[in-house]
């Protein structure tokens, strides 16, 4: 039967941007922040940054991907 809910559940994403798209270098490491390949980490970390006209400057040294977001 069709019923009414107080508000509607949002798909959480995978990775917290909110978080980690504030302006503040972060470094996270495969297998223990993301667990894709690192060259698909930074295409997510591209689309977030899109979707929230940011900018952004990253760094890749092994399995550490080495980023920070800015306003254009």
Same mark, same amino acid.
């Given at each position: 039967m069709a019923h009414q809910?107080?508000?509607? &559940?949002? %798909? %959480?994403? &995978?990775?917290?941007?909110?978080?980690?798209?504030?302006?503040?270098?972060?470094?996270?490491? &495969?297998?223990e922040d993301f667990d894709c390949q690192t060259d698909s980490f930074v295409a997510a970390l591209d689309y977030a940054c899109k979707t929230r006209k940011l900018k952004y400057q990253t760094s890749i040294d092994g399995d550490n991907v080495t980023f920070q977001s800015y306003e254009v």
């Open positions: 809910v107080p508000e509607f &559940k949002h %798909r %959480r994403g &995978k990775y917290p941007w909110d978080e980690w798209l504030n302006g503040a270098i972060w470094v996270v490491t &495969k297998g």
